[in-house]
Structure formats: structure tokens, C-alpha cells
């Protein structure tokens, strides 16, 4: 049996949830649409730190996070430069947008992005997704998505699904498709991305089997004087300042050069990204970037910056070496010795068996079951799909 989602119930239920689709239970669907979206969150997370939004701003959320006709080309999502199966990057070294632009940095992961605080590799103010998201939806240089804040409210507008979407989820406006909204919505769907159901999540809430032999052994290694790995990734999402066995030392993350590049013999980077050097001029910012969240980090390659990491082993080999050798290339030198690089990375040894364990924790933070909530997957397809899917909304090829 072949069906479709008619769009004339969009009122009555829209909702994918973790239990599939949500009927009304009320006699006034709008009533349940606007009611708060059902977020359970992991057990051992802190609160969620900004309001909860609604159902039904969450579901509009999913429809335009997914949507290819925000795009100047009619032909890119921001679910293509998030992918859930790949821990929400897109795989690529670095971003490519809608023109066929490459950009300088890599893709970094929205998953627990509530959470996160500073949002991107190299400015410390950039703190709200709203304002975040106006720079891969309206950004020239380069192009991301190419969005035209001018015509896309009457783009959508002509769309069937979003005139009743738009207005389920603001009923009180008689004008809500705006861009405005448009961006509440995205971001209401975006902070609702949590990971929490890992094996190391499972291990630290009493399921001590959850994690493998090697996993434990990993961990011990991460947090050990030795490494000093969680010094940098500590907390709860491995992206804080930290004592030695990961409790935070700060609500922020730090801006730090790891060593990966001395192509001068005076801690130079590339030019086309020189990290907080570039927002600040000052010489001692040269090659600091945010110490990203280890949260999925086996899905999130290639890893970097700039992407110039394609296996987390190498990853370790150049924390163990105490910073990167590059030989041949356009960037030769050796980050080791960058007048710029954090103190604390001062290289470590680590035998064969250690070197896998400590690989084999890294993996163990990966959380499959966000990647395959079907609240978070496409609403949209090209052809209807079988009864035992999702259902879907049948969009123009």
C-alpha cells in the first residue's frame, strides 16, 4: 500500500515523534500544537537553557531545516550541511555552498547545540543561533546558502504545506510567514538535536557493561595526567577548560592553537585562516580555534579546523608528538614547534593497545539513536514511500 501525507492535515498532525506519528488528543488540534514540543532530555543533562518551544514551531522548524527551496538553487538544505548520519556536518573537508564555493573551515556538528555557547571556530561572540544562522542563510562571501530574506516569505508563501504550518504555529498573527519566523523556527528545531544515549552516557548512569574493555581503558587514558586530553574536553560535552578528571573549570570553551601548522618557523598558518588572529590582529591569537565538542566526533569527519585530519589515530599521533609535522605540501613545518601553540600540548607516549583504546573511548561517544529519531529525519521525499515508513510529503523532483 502506497500513501502520502495530505497536507490538509497538517493541522491534526504533522508530528513525528520517537513513537511515530502524535494525533491530537484534544478536541482543538491548534491546542496541542501549541502546547510545548515533548523534550525528554538525557537524565544526568542540565537543564535546557532556553525556552522550550512549541510543537508546532518545532515542526515547522524540520520542514524548513529540510526544505532545498530555502536555497538560491533550489538544490541545498541545511539538513544537507548537517547530516544526522554523519554526527550533523556534511563529510566534507571543508563547508561547499550553493554556488559551488569552498569555504575555509570545516562543518561543525550541531548536535547539543542548546548547549553549546560561542557557535562557530573563531568568534567568541556569536552566542545566539538566531544570529548564527543568518550567516550560512544570507552570507556572500562566500555563498552558503544564498537565501534572498526578500523573496523567500513569498516563495513560501505559494508552498502548500507552509501557509497552515506558519500559522499553526503563531495563530495569533495574520500575517506569520516573515522572516522573523522563518529563523525562530529553524533555530527552535536546531536546539532540539540532543545526543545523550551513548555508551559512555549509559556507562556514567550506572550501565557498566555499556562500554567495552577497551572503551574503559580509553577513558582512563583521556582523563590521565599523561594525556591531559580532558583538560581541554572536559564536562559533560567535552569542549570545556577542565582538572584533570573533566570537571569544568569554565562555562566556556577555549580558543587554542593545538600545533597544527608552522609553515614559517614563526607559528604561521595559511592565510586564508589564521583563526581568532583574523576577529582580534593580535599575533599571540595566530591558529586559535574553538576547542570543539568530542559529542559524535567518530561521524563528524574529517576532523580539524580545516579538515586536514582524515582518521582520529592520526589525530592522537599528533597530540602524542606534541603537534603536527607536515613534509612536502604547500604548508611544511613543524607544529611542535609553533611559538604560538598551547602549553599544555606537550606530547605524551602511548603503546600500540593504548593508542586503539584511547581511539576506541572517542567512539564510544557517538549516540545512533539521535541520528535515527524520526522527529529529526526529512520530512520531505521525491516519491511517496511504503506504509512502514515515515510518512512523508510528496515534493516536486
Not at 248 to 273: Q, V
Amino acid at each position: 500500500m502506497m500513501r502520502s501525507r495530505s497536507v490538509g492535515r497538517f493541522g491534526a498532525c504533522l508530528l513525528l515523534v520517537a513513537g511515530g506519528c502524535r494525533e491530537s488528543v484534544t478536541s482543538n488540534p491548534s491546542e496541542t500544537l501549541l502546547e510545548p514540543y515533548a523534550l525528554a532530555l538525557p537524565a544526568h543533562f542540565p537543564p535546557f537553557p532556553h525556552p522550550v518551544p512549541s510543537q508546532a514551531k518545532a515542526d515547522l522548524g524540520r520542514l524548513l531545516f529540510h526544505d532545498f527551496r530555502l536555497s538560491v538553487d533550489d538544490a541545498r538544505s541545511c539538513g544537507i550541511c548537517h547530516e544526522g548520519k554523519k554526527g550533523y556536518t556534511d563529510g566534507f573537508v571543508v563547508a561547499v555552498g550553493a554556488l559551488g564555493d569552498a569555504h575555509t573551515r570545516n562543518t561543525l556538528s550541531l548536535l547539543n547545540l542548546a548547549w553549546r555557547g560561542p557557535l562557530t571556530w573563531v568568534d567568541p561572540s556569536l552566542e545566539d543561533p538566531v544570529e548564527q544562522m543568518q550567516v550560512p542563510l544570507f552570507g556572500r562571501h562566500p555563498v552558503e546558502m544564498g537565501t534572498d530574506p526578500s523573496t523567500l516569505p513569498d516563495k513560501l508563501a505559494g508552498i502548500d504545506v507552509y501557509p497552515p504550518a506558519f500559522a499553526a504555529a503563531w495563530p495569533d498573527d495574520p500575517s506569520p510567514i516573515t522572516m522573523t519566523h522563518v529563523e525562530d523556527a529553524l533555530a527552535a528545531y536546531e536546539l532540539l538535536i540532543v545526543a545523550g544515549n551513548t555508551p559512555y552516557d549509559r556507562y556514567l548512569l550506572g550501565e557498566h557493561e555499556a562500554m567495552s574493555a577497551d572503551q574503559k581503558a580509553g577513558m582512563e587514558l583521556f582523563y590521565s595526567e599523561r594525556t591531559g586530553c580532558g583538560g581541554c574536553h572536559g564536562g559533560l560535552f567535552f569542549d570545556r577548560p577542565a582538572t584533570a578528571d573533566g570537571t569544568p573549570t569554565s562555562d566556556r570553551p577555549e580558543y587554542l592553537n593545538t600545533g597544527l601548522y608552522n609553515i614559517d618557523g614563526a607559528g604561521g598558518l595559511p592565510p586564508n585562516e589564521t583563526g581568532l588572529h583574523a576577529l582580534t590582529g593580535d599575533q599571540e591569537d595566530m591558529g586559535r580555534f574553538r576547542v570543539p565538542s568530542l559529542r559524535g566526533v567518530a561521524e563528524t569527519g574529517p576532523w580539524g579546523h580545516d579538515g586536514s585530519y582524515g582518521a582520529l589515530a592520526d589525530i592522537v599521533d599528533d597530540y602524542a608528538r606534541g603537534g603536527r609535522l607536515l613534509v612536502g605540501g604547500p604548508w611544511p613545518g613543524d607544529g611542535r614547534d609553533s611559538p604560538w601553540k598551547d602549553p599544555r600540548i606537550t606530547g605524551f607516549s602511548l603503546s600500540a593497545t593504548e593508542h586503539a583504546q584511547l581511539v576506541a573511548f572517542l567512539e564510544a561517544l557517538t549516540d545512533v539513536e539521535a541520528n535515527a529519531r524520526p522527529f529529526l529525519q526529512t520530512p520531505f521525499c521525491a516519491e511517496e514511500l511504503d506504509s512502514g515508513h515515515l510518512d512523508c510529503i510528496p515534493v516536486e523532483p
